[in-house]
Each structure stands twice: as C-alpha cells, then as structure tokens.
C-alpha cells in the first residue's frame, strides 16, 4: 500500500445498492450478526428487515458510529473500536457481514481472526470485496503527484507495478478464497457482485435505466459473471 494508514473507504449505502447486496445474502439472515466496518448504518435496517434478531456494528471511525446511531433502528447497537480488538466476548454472533472493508484493513488475518473469534462455531463470515476480474479500479490510485478514480484496466496489471500505488486492495477470487480459508473458515459460496450505478451522473439516464432493470440476470451467467466489480465469499466457521 502508498500509504501507512490505510484508506477507509466511502460508504457504499446507496437504496438499490443496499438492497440488491443483502438480497443476495438473505438466506443466510438469521440470529444476531456482527457488521465490521459498518461505517454510518446505511445496509444495517435492511438486514434486520431481511430477516436479523439484531445488529452490532462497529468501525474505526467515530463520526461515522455517531452517525450510524442518529439512525435511532431497534436491534442494532454501534461501537467505536480500534481496528484491533473488538469489544465482544467469544461465539456471541451467528454471523459476520464484511463489505469492502477487508481490502481496508492494515492487518487482514488479524482481522478475520479477531471476527472468527466472537462468531459462535457453524456461524457464516461474508466478505464482499473488489474484484480483480473487473477492469476498473474504483479506489485512488496514485499517478505522479496526483491520484485516478476510477482507473481503467489498473486491476489488470501485474500487482508489482500497482502495488505502491493502490489506495486499498483488490482480489483474484481464488486470493480471497484463500485468505478467507486459510482464516479458519470452509468455503459456502463464492459469487459475485455487480455495480449498480447509482453514483455516476455523468452516465446517460436511460442506458442506467435499462442497465438496473437487468443487472440481476447476469448474476449466475456462467462466464460473464465473473467481470463483477467485486467477489462475495461465504465461509463457515467449523462446529466444534
């Protein structure tokens, strides 16, 4: 990474965004999960409303939990914590939800460790992260004394010549697979995501219109859904 501390990240909790990502999730919901990285609340009231007992939600940055708690949304409650350690005991969540948070981090199996920690054994782990099958970097990438973004065909290059110059991380599916595994979880699912396009005004009206009303369709597109703008893995925690 360029710099020492890792870019954060914006929120991503636009209403079609939010509702397309849990909706691929939602057969998972059940019990009381743990959002890492929950930034100012923006997907927590639809996972209650998809099916959650509860929420907890954390992140490092503390205008955002105040901002989250302003929400004022039954179930769900929001801490502040230090990127390190989080302030749960043992096997309390059913389930872990993780979007584009682990590309953030500094350390990225202390963080899937600490999570793996507080999950009850046979709870889910969901990580959405940025793919490297989609031509276009969507963080800062740096370029002489300035920054891109979005970048096109930078996930392609080989990672020696972007490294240093990544705002955050992006994946090979088989490399979060890895990371994800190798954090003491069993693969369920791994699919992807595709944008939604909410955010670009620059983009004409209706080949946005005609894009939203069928995006979902590619979803299982043997193939095409590969060049999603990022991966979701779904891994186990082992019963004991």
């Known amino acids: 990474m360029r710099n020492r501390e890792p870019d954060r990240g914006a929120p991503t909790a636009t209403p079609l965004n939010v509702s397309y990502r849990i909706g691929r999730i939602s057969h998972y919901l059940s019990g009381h999960w743990l959002d890492f990285g929950c ?26 939990i105040h901002k989250a708690r302003l929400r004022n949304l039954p179930n769900a409650e929001f801490s502040s914590f230090d990127g390190v350690t989080l302030p ?41 992260s940025p793919n490297r099958w989609f031509p276009v970097e969507g963080h800062n990438v740096a370029i002489g004394s300035g920054t891109i973004c979005p970048a096109p065909l930078v996930p392609w290059l080989p990672e020696r010549l972007t490294h240093n110059r990544m705002a955050a991380r992006n994946y090979w599916p088989r490399e979060l697979e890895r990371i ?48 999603g703008v990022s991966t979701l ?4 925690k082992p019963a004991a």
């Open 180 to 227: 994800v595994r190798e954090a003491g979880f069993a693969i369920e699912e791994t699919s992807f995501i595709w944008p939604v396009l909410e955010t670009y005004p620059w983009l004409p009206p209706r080949g946005v219109a005609w894009y939203q009303r069928n995006f979902r369709r590619w979803d299982h597109v043997p193939g095409l859904r590969r060049f």
């Open 39 to 64: 930034a100012d609340g923006g997907y927590v009231e639809e996972l209650l409303a998809r099916g959650l007992r509860a929420v907890s939600g954390v992140d490092v940055e503390d205008d955002r």
């Open 88 to 128: 749960f005991g043992d096997e309390l969540f059913d389930g872990a939800f993780l979007n584009e948070v682990l590309e953030h981090v500094a350390d990225e199996k202390g963080a899937l460790s600490e999570v793996r920690r507080v999950l009850k054994p046979g709870a889910r782990l969901v990580v959405i």
């Open 233 to 236: 893995v779904v891994g186990v």
